[in-house]
């Protein structure tokens, strides 16, 4: 399914901090939102994802099209591995588990209370809830943090094999996953006001 979005204008609070958020994905491709800290990526995706309703402009896909990774794993803290990939299969009727424990090596896990993982495995156990779904089209937000190197090599291999399978990514990440078929976008090209720094060195007077 390709996601188009359209002249969108996007919202966090009361604040406009994005204007004019046009692009096209096609099934198989990436894209990966660039920007300093603070551009607005979260913003996007959390549109994107219907969190946040948008301040004008339209996207193409249904709700039940998205799966969205948002910084939190979505873990209930007190069902084992096991008992959370089962519920969430469960709920998008999805009827096999094994392939999201093999892809994100979740299999010596199973058995343990979420609460009890570090921070690296509930990153794993959450995003193997993305191939659950059964959704098309991923919306990921700096979904390799707290992941080792081996399990960023793991994820973008997920990723690779949803996209090989049709599926499509909006990413914001600030490391590069060797993508195959992934583009840029830089977000800050839509910021919805200019940032006015102060001028002047800010520790001139400190030193005087
Ligand atoms: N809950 C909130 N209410 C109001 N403004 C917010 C809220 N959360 C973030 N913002 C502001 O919205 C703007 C965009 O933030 P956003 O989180 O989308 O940026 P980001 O590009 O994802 O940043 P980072 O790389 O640090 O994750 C920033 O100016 C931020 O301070």
């Known amino acids: 399914m390709e996601l188009t979005v359209t002249d969108l204008a996007c919202r966090r609070g009361e604040a406009t901090v994005l204007r004019g958020v046009s692009f096209a994905l096609a099934p198989g491709r990436a894209l990966v939102l660039r920007g300093p800290n603070g551009s607005g990526k979260t913003t996007l995706l959390r549109t994107l994802a219907g969190l946040?309703?948008?301040v004008s402009g339209s996207l193409s896909a249904p709700p039940e099209a998205l799966a969205y990774a948002a910084h939190a794993d979505g873990l209930k803290a007190q069902l084992t591995v096991a008992e959370n990939l089962t519920f969430w299969a469960s709920v998008f009727a999805t009827d096999d588990i094994a392939p999201?424990?093999?892809a994100f090596d979740l299999s010596d896990l199973l058995a343990r209370r979420a609460a009890d993982l570090s921070a690296g495995q509930k990153r794993r156990a959450g995003l193997a809830r993305l191939m659950l779904t059964g959704r098309p089209i991923w919306l990921l937000d700096e979904p390799t943090v707290s992941?080792?190197?081996?399990?960023?090599a793991r994820f973008a291999a997920a990723i690779e094999a949803h996209l090989a399978q049709g599926g499509s990514a909006v990413l914001a990440t600030h490391i590069d996953l060797g993508l195959a078929t992934a583009s840029d976008l830089d977000i800050t090209a839509f910021a919805a006001r200019a940032r006015t720094e102060p001028?002047?060195?800010p520790f001139a007077e400190a030193v005087e």
Request: aromatic share 0%; proline share 13%.
């Open 100 to 102: 999201a424990v093999a």
């Open 199 to 201: 001028s002047g060195d």
């Open 52 to 54: 946040t309703p948008p």
């Open 147 to 152: 992941l080792d190197r081996d399990n960023v």
